[in-house]
């Protein structure tokens, strides 16, 4: 079973950029996966925010779009997010996850606050 | 875009006592859902995928049913671990996108 793990700062001041790694083990990105990132504010539900594919191609949650930058770096076996212009709407739980019609694999998850 | 309706908000059910989670689609995403379990301070565990299939390790308890725009998740016999937050999840062909229901909680009486 394929493990992730996410790591990146825990506080992001508003207006600026969030950016989260996941790393994977257990098994290499570049087997056809899609890699997605979920977040969670506290108390509420489910967001899915993206996707990327181990050949690069991502898909976005349209509400998050203009924001939103995932990537993937094969010869680390781990994907990143970056979320721009961020605002105190934005603190959540963050996942990395593994799946393409539904999530198999998650990591524990990662508190964003974004606070001056 | 897809949106997912859950039913009830809360169930409120004893130990041993048989539970029906209901997630509706506003159109039909034929069999291609999914439902996770999740407990406080915990990610996400996926539970049933495809409507009727439990995923690894996920005990005979749950079941999944349903097909086209109207899906139920049902618990035969709660146990105490069961008591926990249910989401329904599905993925859109266009736009490729994942939508989640806002949840049932399941909570002891």
């Known amino acids: 079973q394929v493990q992730l793990q996410e790591s990146g700062p825990g506080l992001v001041k508003p207006s600026g950029t969030l950016s989260l790694t996941c790393a994977v083990s257990?098994?290499?990105?570049?087997?056809?996966?899609?890699w997605s990132w979920v977040r969670q504010p506290p108390g509420k539900g489910l967001e899915w925010i993206g996707e990327i594919y181990h050949s690069g191609s991502t898909n976005y949650n349209p509400s998050l779009k203009s924001r939103v930058t995932i990537s993937i770096d094969k010869s680390k076996n781990q994907f990143s997010l970056k979320l721009s212009s961020v605002t105190a709407a934005d603190t959540a739980v963050y996942y990395c996850?593994?799946?393409?019609?539904?999530?198999?694999?998650w990591g524990q998850g990662t508190l964003v606050t974004v606070s001056s | 875009e897809i949106v997912l309706t859950q039913s009830p908000a809360t169930l409120s059910l004893s130990p041993g006592e048989r539970a029906t989670l209901s997630c509706r689609a506003s159109q039909s995403v034929s069999s291609y859902l999914a439902w996770y379990q999740q407990k406080p301070g915990q990610a996400p565990r996926l539970f049933i995928y495809?409507?009727?299939n439990r995923a690894t390790g996920i005990p005979a308890r749950f079941s999944g049913s349903g097909s086209g725009t109207d899906f139920t998740l049902t618990i035969s016999s709660l146990e105490p671990e069961d008591f926990a937050v249910y989401y329904c999840q599905q993925r859109s062909n266009w736009p490729p996108v994942f939508t989640f229901g806002p949840g049932t909680r399941v909570d002891i009486k």
């Open positions: 495809d409507a009727s």
């Open positions: 257990g098994g290499s990105i570049s087997i056809s996966n899609w």
């Open positions: 996850a593994r799946g393409g019609l539904n999530l198999q694999d």
